[in-house]
């Protein structure tokens, strides 16, 4: 079964510390695998886009990761700030069908000053 | 938020109404989707649309249609609202295949 899991499911951390979120799929074949960010009452808003061939990517603060072999990704941020707090979500890309695309529940990460 | 636009943002609404979520865009894109985002689950698919009159079922269809006449709106419907439905539902558009999918900002809907 095509599946994502995230974790943790929530992470509290201190203003400037810095953070790894994780994403573990079971999706194959594999096309690729984008990081969302979710601020409260928004919609979902692109980090990212893994692909297969791709190891690390960052933007910014944020630098995602991909194993494929292990089927892994991880969302790191660097030195967090309070606009960070926000859910993070992981979807993978099903290669055989463009609209099939598998959510993670995502993480809730809260930044406290 | 990418020219997207739902209405209304909050609906209380009977069980055994039906219901339209309105999704405006202003990017003529090709592809519209409809998600209902429920605690603990990812976004769920319920329909999405490849061009004007051109729309099918995603995974969580049963209760809700959906009808795009033109490009720039997606109607879904729910036929007879339940309890079940109470979600918080969010439009997303698409230029093409591999281009990441653009939110609205939902539209919670509360089913009493």
């Known amino acids: 079964k095509n599946q994502v899991e995230q974790s943790p499911q929530s992470l509290i951390i201190l203003e400037g510390k810095n953070c790894t979120l994780q994403?573990?799929?079971?999706?194959?074949?594999?096309?690729?695998l984008r990081w969302y960010k979710q601020d409260t009452g928004r919609g979902p808003v692109s980090l990212t886009i893994?692909?297969?061939s791709e190891n690390t990517k960052s933007n910014g603060r944020y630098t995602a990761t991909l194993d494929a072999d292990t089927k892994q990704s991880s969302l790191h941020i660097t030195a967090s700030q309070l606009s960070d707090s926000a859910s993070y979500i992981c979807?993978?890309?099903?290669?055989?069908?463009?609209?099939?695309?598998?959510w993670g529940a995502g993480t809730k990460l809260i930044i406290k000053p | 938020d990418a020219g997207i636009t739902q209405s209304p943002r909050h609906k209380v609404t009977e069980t055994g109404t039906p219901v339209t979520l309105r999704c405006h865009q202003t990017?003529?894109?090709?592809?519209m989707y409809w998600y209902r985002q429920d605690p603990g689950h990812g976004l769920r698919l319920i329909h999405y649309?490849?061009?004007?009159?051109?729309?099918d079922k995603g995974e969580v269809s049963d209760g809700y249609s959906v009808s795009r006449s033109k490009t720039e709106d997606f109607l879904l419907t729910l036929e007879s609202a339940t309890s079940s439905q109470t979600s918080v539902y969010f439009c997303?558009?698409?230029?093409?295949?591999?281009?990441?999918?653009?939110f609205g900002n939902g539209t919670r809907l509360t089913v009493t």
């Open positions: 997303a558009i698409k230029a093409g295949v591999d281009s990441p999918l653009h």
């Open positions: 990017e003529n894109h090709r592809y």
């Open positions: 649309s490849y061009g004007v009159k051109d729309t």
């Open positions: 994403c573990n799929y079971t999706v194959s074949p594999f096309s690729n």
């Open positions: 893994m692909t297969f």
């Open positions: 979807v993978v890309s099903h290669m055989d069908s463009n609209y099939q695309l598998i």
